[in-house]
Structure formats: structure tokens, C-alpha cells
């Protein structure tokens, strides 16, 4: 049903721990992917040391890349998944207990060509959360967290911090390769699907809590300011032009 890719840069506790729950708790995910932004560091090797268990309901790969230093690389992930389904996740993120099942309900019963599904990302008290961004920009990020309070099991958003997303592997549209560094890509992968005619959804019980505070990856260390050449203002031509 699905593949999960995970985007990692030194961060072999974040992963370990996203890999080891998803295969735990969540059955209809048959393949994992850990696409390795640092694979010669320590953190590399122990990172590929995961796809040493294996079993039969979940295979892992370890795919190392090493062209750009950048968070736009997890778009590289559906050139490898072999489900028709796939969830890119951050190395650092856990899905709640009904997550995925509510994920498949609605591939099956509600979604629309070219949807792009998002859900709530739940604060560490477990019961806070943000179901989007509005888009505005703050400091260097184009995107304010905001929360919609509704019945509703799912409905539309402007956009949404990209910590986890989901989409069909055939209907990936892909980010702007000038893309470099970290962030940058929300609210510009949002206006691409609705420019193909999809919807960006925020499905209420696909929720997942996401390591903010202390996390330590030198990714963010590194680039933890946009890249100058890494500006929202690169994907521009994509959104006038449908490009890319």
C-alpha cells in the first residue's frame, strides 16, 4: 500500500526511531526508504546498518546521495518507492495510532487526481496542533502556523510545513532543482498542485508529532537560514509558468 520516505542528514536517533515505529504500529506501510544526505559520516554507516532488519511485511532500503545538501532531496525518494502510495516523512516524526488507516480510508473512498495530503501536526502535549500555514511571511519563512477547529474529516489548506506529506507515487510533480539548503519548499509545492488542478488536504486523523525542540541536526546547524540561493523566489517560474 505504501512506501515511507525518510529524508535524513545525522540524525540516527530521529530515524531509528521513526523507522522502528512504523514498521511496529503501522501494517500498510510494505517499504521504507531512508535517502541518506550524509552517508560517509557515522551517522551514515549506523543509518544503513537498519536495512539489516528486515521482515516480511516491511522491506527498508538505504540510498545515499550526496549531489546538494538540501531538504528538496526528498523529492528524490519517489524515483525509488515501488508503491503506489507514498509518505515522505522527516527523520524525526512519529504517526499516531490510526494515522496511516485513516491515510488508506481516504485513498480509497475520497481522493481526487493529483491530491496532496497533509495532517495535523500535534505539540508535544499531545493535544495542541497546527493544520496549516497561512501564508504570510515570518522572519525568513513564508508560512505562519495557524489551526483550523472543525468537524470537517478533511478539507482544504493554502499550505503546510512539509515534516510529513503524501501523495500518489504517479502524480509526484517534483520541486525546482535549483532548490538548496533547508526550507523553502512549502507553500510553492502547495501552488504547484492546485496549478495542476489537485487539491492540498488536510486530512484531520492523519496526525503526526514532530521533534522541534532540541533537535540537533547539522543539516539545520549548517543551512539553518535559507540558502540566498535557495529563495522561495527560485520556484517562481514554476508557479507562472508551470515549469519543472
Aim: glycine fraction near 8%; charged fraction near 25%; proline fraction near 5%.
Amino acid at each position: 500500500m505504501f512506501t515511507l520516505g525518510i529524508a535524513t542528514y545525522n540524525d540516527y536517533d530521529g530515524l531509528y526511531f521513526t523507522v522502528q515505529a512504523a514498521k511496529i504500529y503501522h501494517k500498510d506501510i510494505k517499504e521504507i526508504i531512508i535517502l541518506d544526505n550524509n552517508p560517509e559520516s557515522l551517522f551514515g554507516r549506523l543509518n544503513k546498518n537498519l536495512t539489516n532488519w528486515q521482515n516480511e511485511n516491511c522491506k527498508v532500503k538505504y540510498i545515499p546521495y550526496t549531489e546538494k545538501k538540501s531538504t528538496s532531496i526528498r523529492g528524490k525518494i519517489f524515483d525509488h518507492a515501488t508503491q503506489e502510495y507514498v509518505i515522505i516523512a522527516d527523520s524525526h516524526v512519529l504517526f499516531l495510532e490510526n494515522s496511516i488507516n485513516s491515510l488508506k480510508e481516504y485513498y480509497l473512498n475520497h481522493a481526487k487526481p493529483y491530491d496532496f495530503i497533509q495532517g495535523p501536526m500535534m505539540y508535544d502535549d499531545l493535544k495542541s496542533y497546527s493544520t496549516h500555514l497561512d501564508p504570510f511571511w515570518r522572519q525568513n519563512f513564508f508560512g505562519v502556523w495557524a489551526t483550523k477547529n472543525t468537524n470537517e474529516k478533511y478539507f482544504e489548506i493554502p499550505s503546510m510545513g512539509l515534516g510529513t506529506f503524501s501523495c500518489k507515487k504517479n502524480e509526484w510533480l517534483g520541486f525546482n532543482p535549483l532548490f538548496k539548503g533547508f526550507g523553502g519548499e512549502e507553500g510553492y509545492i502547495h501552488e504547484k498542485y492546485r496549478k495542476k488542478g489537485g487539491r492540498c488536504i488536510c486530512l484531520q486523523d492523519f496526525k503526526w508529532i514532530h521533534q522541534l525542540n532540541g533537535n540537533s541536526s547539522p543539516l539545520r546547524q549548517e543551512v539553518g537560514s535559507p540558502d540566498p540561493h535557495h529563495h522561495p523566489s527560485k520556484g517562481q517560474s514554476d508557479w507562472q509558468h508551470l515549469r519543472i
